[in-house]
């Protein structure tokens, strides 16, 4: 694996850190002259697949589909669930903090629920059930008010345009499903199908790649090569899922999330507008769309 690296004038290398990871002193550094500048040509071997995905731009691939999670990703709605559940551990004198809420997101309801009365130590007093009862009345209020995520019309109406196959896949159920997307038909109906997590064919919620796989089931044609798909998602569970169906992942995270959470994605990025469909194989963006 060879990469090429520039510094303004020549100086003793025993090691070099590339994009923040430090190189072992026994890597091969050769100097090339290259203009006025001196080219470093650094060659090693890296073992850590995630490494290598966040230094280079990945390997061209063939995407033919592209599926969207939704919650955090197109729409930004995760500030609701950690607002309400704030308010709900306030009463018993805890915390809610991004390790937790790392290990809720893209779950099932449910499942989510019995994570977070669990992880808490809240159990004995609040059921899994009557969390999600009591945490409900105030979501459906919150819902409603939600604003698209940063690129995402862009994003969605480029791939529609250029004849690209999209869809949603979220853990979402439908009836906060419309309440969340009420305010942005035109974005959702550009989607050639929707999955639900209350879906029959999702038994099991993320990071158990049911949801991803139904998804890859329905586009026209289906079921689509899994190679073929790209994914995008904001939560470590969805990012496993998507890689437990052979889908390839971009990962859009809460810059709040650990970074440890964001190896296994293909590629991670700050935001949906820094997307580089030519990365992937798919159209790239007009000067209009930019």
Known sequence: MKYNFFISKPKQIVGLTVYGIQTPRRSSVRFHSSSSKI????????????????????????????IFDMDGLLIDTEKFYTEVQEIILSRFNKTFDWALKAKMMGKKAIEAARVFVEETGISDSLTAEDFLVEREAMLQKMFPTCDLMPGASRLVKHLHATG???????????????????????????????????????????????????????????????SKILVFEDAPS????????????????????????????????????DFNPADWGLPPFTDSAT
Do not use: W
């Open 238 to 273: 969805g990012v496993l899922a998507a890689k437990n169906a052979g889908m390839s992942v971009v990962m859009v995270p809460d810059p709040r999330l650990d970074s440890s959470f964001h190896e296994t994605a293909d590629k991670v990025l700050s935001s949906l507008l």
């Open 39 to 66: 080219q470093v040509q650094y060659q090693y071997q890296f073992r850590s697949a995630s490494i290598l995905a966040k230094m280079a731009t990945p390997e061209k691939k063939l995407i033919t589909h592209v």
């Open 164 to 226: 690209v196959p999209i869809c949603v896949a979220t853990g979402s159920h439908k009836r906060h499903f419309e309440l969340k997307t009420q305010n942005h038909g035109e974005i959702f109906s550009l989607m050639h199908h929707i999955v639900m997590g209350d879906d029959p064919e999702v038994k099991q919620g993320k990071p158990s790649p049911d949801v991803f796989l139904a998804a890859a089931r329905r586009f026209e044609g289906g079921p689509i090569d899994s």
